[in-house]
């Protein structure tokens, strides 16, 4: 590992500072992703800027009745909180989906949002080509073993997965992230957080440089959504999506009046279709209108020579979550 120097940090303008002393600074708190990084040698930040004592791992109801999760709050404290067991089912269903329970004690929220690809070559340094590693290199998953990655916007520099849980669950829960930097506070809709890899696969979201996340809102829940998380992995814990579903819907006088569907493991980022999401609007519950939905969430899709099989796993995923939820209430 390249020696590289710590700080920590006193407080979140503390932290914006520190973070601003050194170009390739990176904040760290839970380390599960970037402290094997740096052993891995993906990463060799020169300074690191411990966060853990900043005050940032509330979970708390906001005044308009919705959540404010901490940026700091430990993944199995947020799927274990009452209000989010309760009020968002989906959440806490997600994060019990990844990791172990070792590591989801020590991850953190901001860092969840964070996690990098787990693409073999971008962790394996012996693999000169990557993109995402190494801007303009190539991409060794083009001609190599690409069973887990995208079918759904890649591009020809990155066919790389967002491998994250919570992320599917925040997508499909309409998520609001903080974020405070050298220009202020802004607030980011979680489908504009994460990127497509398009001609720079090596950015990974829409942070600006020195921003710090803060925390993650979710909205006020109304009526009675019914939801379901559903993953589908090589072997049942501890270990990644090849496809997982964040399926969210309300139903009212026999038929379906609001559905989000998110999809996990097939791109860059969450991946959700809101021409999808409103063929399901307007009709009554059940297969015929599940199986319409799943094959427009998958439109477009493009496969290479190891991962076709996650198009049908996509489709009959939706419909499989989809039906777990509506026997929900
Ligand atoms: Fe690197 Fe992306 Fe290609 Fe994987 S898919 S080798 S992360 S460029």
């Known amino acids: ?28 708190a839970g380390g599960t992703n ?3 990084l740096m052993k891995y040698g993906v990463e060799a930040p020169s300074r690191i800027v411990d966060i853990t004592q900043l005050p940032l791992g509330r979970i708390e109801e906001t005044p308009d009745g919705g959540l404010r999760i901490g940026a700091l709050a430990r993944n199995s404290d947020m799927a274990a909180h009452p209000l989010i067991r309760t009020r968002y089912p989906l959440l806490s ?5 990844g990791a172990s329970a070792q590591l989801r004690n020590a991850a953190t929220a901001g860092g969840n949002l964070m996690q990098r690809t787990r693409c073999y ?61 050298p ?12 990127r497509l890899p398009g001609d720079t696969p090596q950015i990974d979201t ?24 559903l993953k589908v992995r090589d072997r049942n814990s501890y270990a990644f999506a090849l496809v997982s579903v964040a399926a969210w819907m309300k139903i009212d006088g026999g038929n379906i009046i609001d559905a ?7 791109a860059h980022k969450p991946w959700r279709v809101p021409e999808a999401e409103n ?32 198009v049908e796993l996509a489709k009959r995923s939706v419909v499989r979550a989809l039906t777990t939820a509506e026997a929900r209430s």
């Not at 710590?6 to 601003?20: E, F, K």
């Not at 269903?93 to 989906?97: R, S």
């Not at 829409?206 to 998380?229: A, D, M, Q």
């Open 260 to 266: 989000r569907i998110a999809l996990g493991g097939v």
């Open 34 to 36: 970037l402290i094997d």
């Open 121 to 181: 070559y971008f962790y394996d340094i012996a693999f000169t080509q990557c993109n995402k590693r190494n801007p303009g290199s190539g991409c060794a998953a083009l001609d190599g073993f690409n069973r887990i990655h995208a079918i759904l916007g890649a591009s020809e520099q990155c066919i790389a997965t967002n491998p994250s849980d919570m992320n599917v669950a925040l997508a499909a829960l309409d998520a609001l992230i903080r974020v405070e930097g």
């Open 1 to 28: 590992m390249k020696p590289f120097s710590t700080a920590r940090a006193t407080g979140v303008h503390d932290a914006l500072h520190q973070i601003s002393t050194a170009p390739d600074a990176r904040f760290v």
């Open 206 to 229: 829409n942070l600006k440089p020195g921003e710090l996340i803060t925390s993650i809102h979710l909205p006020p829940v109304t009526g009675n959504p019914r939801s379901h998380y």
């Open 279 to 310: 063929l399901l609007k307007g009709k009554p519950p059940g297969e015929a209108a599940y199986r319409a939905a799943a094959d427009a969430i998958v439109q477009g899709a493009r496969t290479y020579p190891n991962n076709a099989f996650k």
């Open 93 to 97: 269903e997600a994060i019990l989906a």
């Open 183 to 194: 220009s202020g506070v802004r607030v980011i809709p979680i489908g504009e957080f994460h």
